[in-house]
């Protein structure tokens, strides 16, 4: 029996090799052989975001269900982590596959990630009404424009802390902020277009301003971030003055366990799963 009929057999789970997503995964209850740094930033989304209906009301604690999510799971015995479950707005920004041909592209690439992040908020159109007092004349007229898609170089450079300034005044808790792949559009933008040349500092510059407003102006509204990348963040040259910083490579003792494959885990697989090959085959 080979694997695709494996997999077709309802008594065997289907094994899943490439998820970005935390909750199709756990609701479908596939076996994951995957772990990615998206997939965990995934996770973190429903472990920590309020959950909201489409007006942007609080759901009860009987309509929730991403507590559900983590219910079996080790973390669910950690009452002091479970308190954290549920309890911010979080905002997931995605970087991953921003490229272009030119600086113009890249540019415009990000600004329909922008507008499609401030779409999954419309709620927020509430604070447009006459009567919302928190937000002043110019900001109800700058978030019009996220709405709209017309937004300036000014809007897109301040996107991320203005999305967290109003995501705060609504649930009045501070945000999380969890950036993808943060310095993939520079590094492919210095391969394409060299570390020297216009096109590239135009790239640095822009990304610089997103990240660097969204985490260093942003103390009033931001609770904590988590930013995957490649590159170190002193490499990446564009977080200058930030502070209160913590770097954690894959190969750190304290999180290497979460990132590789352990032997325990995978003789766990294994149990899951008609063996088809030897478990040394499997380790090699």
Do not use: W
Not at 80 to 101: A, D, H, R
Request: net charge negative.
């Amino acid at each position: 029996m080979n694997q695709l009929e494996l997999n077709k057999n309802s008594d065997y789970p289907r094994i899943e090799t490439s998820v970005d997503d935390f909750k199709e995964f756990r609701l479908e209850k596939n076996l994951l052989v995957d772990k990615s740094k998206s997939l965990n930033l995934s996770m973190l989304k429903y472990f920590f975001e309020l959950e909201v209906d489409e007006r942007g009301e609080l759901l009860s604690p009987a309509e929730r269900s991403n507590d559900k999510l983590f219910a079996d799971l080790e973390i669910s015995e950690d009452q002091k982590s479970m308190e954290e479950q549920g309890k911010y707005p979080v905002i997931l920004f995605n970087l991953k596959n921003t490229k272009g041909e030119s600086y113009q592209e890249i540019e415009n690439e990000i600004k329909d990630r922008v507008i499609k992040l401030f779409a999954d908020h419309l709620y927020l159109e509430d604070c447009l009404k006459p009567d919302y007092k928190l937000l002043s004349s110019a900001q109800k007229d700058k978030l019009s424009r996220y709405f709209s898609g017309n937004i300036n170089k000014t809007d897109l450079h301040t996107s991320l802390v203005f999305l967290s300034e109003l995501l705060y005044k609504r649930f009045n808790q501070k945000v999380i902020l969890l950036i993808d792949e943060y310095d993939e559009t520079i590094n492919d933008a210095y391969v394409k277009f060299g570390h020297e040349s216009k096109e590239f500092e135009r790239i640095l510059y822009l990304i610089a301003k997103i990240l660097g407003n969204a985490l260093k102006s942003n103390n009033t509204y931001l609770k904590k971030a988590v930013l995957i990348g490649i590159l170190k963040i002193a490499k990446a040259n564009i977080f200058s003055g930030l502070n209160n910083v913590a770097e954690y490579g894959l190969l750190n003792k304290r999180f290497t366990e979460y990132y590789g494959f352990t032997q325990n885990e995978v003789d766990n697989l294994l149990t899951k799963v008609p063996l088809i090959i030897d478990k040394n085959e499997v380790k090699e």
